[in-house]
C-alpha cells in the first residue's frame, strides 16, 4: 500500500518522518495540479490530503470519492486546524439514513 499526502509544507515535513512522501501546495491550481498527478499515479493506493486542500478540491474529491476509484482520499487537519468534534455513531447513522435512533422506555 503507497500513501501520499498534499498539504501545507509543514504538514508535509510532518508525515515525511514517517516514510510518506507528500507535495507541499500554496493555492488551489497547485493543488489541483498535485491531485491530479497522484490520481494518475497507479501506485497511490491512498491519498491523505488536509482539510484546507480539501475545501479547495471540493467539486474534484466528491467526483472522485462518487466514481469509487483508487485511491482513497482521506482528509486530515494540519498544524492550524481547530479540533474538530468528532460525531458520534448515532449522528453518522442519522445523517446518512435521515433518521433518528432513540432508545425505547
Partial sequence: MSYRIIGDQDTILGYAFAGVPGVAVDGEEQARAAFRSALADAGVSMLI????????????IA??????????????GDLWDTPVKRRTL???????????ITKAD
Fill in 49 to 60: 490530503v488536509t482539510r484546507r486542500v480539501a475545501s479547495l478540491l471540493s467539486d474534484e
Fill in 63 to 76: 467526483a472522485h470519492r462518487v466514481a469509487c476509484q483508487a485511491p482513497f482520499v482521506v482528509e486530515v
Fill in 90 to 100: 448515532e449522528e453518522l447513522i442519522q445523517e446518512a439514513v435521515g433518521i433518528r
